[in-house]
């Protein structure tokens, strides 16, 4: 069966061509039925208050950090998007004293413009908000060597290999309006992927790369990142993909909902729960991954009807 066209932008695949039988149902789901989504592979959790969410999200930083021993360095992936984490984690660095000098950061994306990732100084550039929030609130005995902060700029290929050199403990994330995590967004539709998209085996042979962004993901950033100035959002991002995703031992992802809304949340914690992977909706993929967790700021998780505002 030909596969529905997309409501928002017509060129590329998104979930608005999944199934209008599946897309219904999911929009019926309870806050209840939460509960029941978890199964082995997948756990679903959930936080009452935003300051017991951030603080939970910090402390996957610090859990993993004292992890690495000389003999087998280890670390953390994190986004940016959410932030509230990154100035807590310096804060419990810096109050336990906890050394990380064979501890490892992996950002996960970066701006792309005029080919290249932009530089620390790009008022959007995530490595700039990582090292600001974080990493330069660190006490300068604590903080790991520049050398363990992996940033996806200049040699992609390089910044992939460095998830052979130590343990990925967890691959942090949040989840975009577009069911990405990271940049790892829906593919245009054209070419090969005109009427079907990519099958699951082959999205998830995608590593670190430079993307076309979504029309959907530069409108969310816009809003979020730039009051709404879409001019400043690049048209093209460095991400870290599947690949080293898969080399990560846990997936987590945290819904604080911000950046995604009732709907959205429903869809990607159904289709992992119920094994659907989706190339149209990338965060579905993570159905496949042997340890995926989602934190839900229960508050958000919210309704999906009719409301005039």
């Known amino acids: 069966m030909t596969r529905a066209i997309s409501k928002v932008a ?11 039988d599946l897309l219904r149902d999911v929009a019926k789901l309870k806050e209840k039925d939460f509960k029941q989504l978890s199964r082995p592979g997948f756990t679903v959790h959930f936080y009452e208050t935003l300051e017991e969410f951030y603080t939970a999200e910090a402390l996957e930083y610090i859990r993993a950090w004292q992890l690495a021993t000389p003999d087998k360095p280890a670390g953390i992936c994190g986004p940016v998007g959410p932030t509230e984490q990154l100035p807590l984690v310096a804060r419990m660095v810096n109050d336990l004293g906890v050394c990380l000098k064979y501890a490892h950061f992996w950002g996960m994306d970066e701006w792309v413009k005029n080919g290249k990732p932009v530089g620390i100084d790009h008022p959007l550039s995530f490595a700039r908000a990582d090292m600001a ?9 604590l903080r790991p060597p520049k050398e363990n902060i992996h940033f996806p700029s200049g040699d992609l290929d390089a910044y992939s290999r460095t998830y ?19 940049f790892n967004d829906p593919l245009p539709r054209k070419g090969r992927y005109k009427n079907e998209p990519p099958t699951p085996e082959e999205y998830l042979k995608l590593k670190t790369r430079v993307v076309d962004l979504h029309p959907w993901t530069k409108i969310q950033n816009a809003r979020t990142s730039g009051g709404g100035n879409i001019l400043m959002v690049p048209d093209q991002a460095a991400t870290v993909g599947p690949v080293e995703t898969w080399k990560s031992e846990r997936v987590s992802i945290w819904h604080a909902g911000t950046h995604d809304n009732p709907f959205g949340l429903r ?6 729960s119920k094994n659907l992977p989706d190339s149209s909706t990338p965060m579905s993929l993570l159905a496949l991954h042997p340890d995926v967790h989602f934190h839900f700021y229960r508050p958000a998780i919210g309704t999906v009807e009719a409301e005039m505002h």
């Open 10 to 20: 017509p060129d590329w695949w998104d979930f608005t061509t999944l199934n209008e």
């Open 133 to 141: 929030m974080c990493f330069n609130r660190i006490d300068r005995k």
């Open 164 to 182: 052979d050199e130590a343990r990925c403990v967890v691959m942090q994330g949040g989840q975009g309006e577009v069911k990405h995590w990271a």
């Open 267 to 272: 869809l990607t914690a159904f289709m992992i």
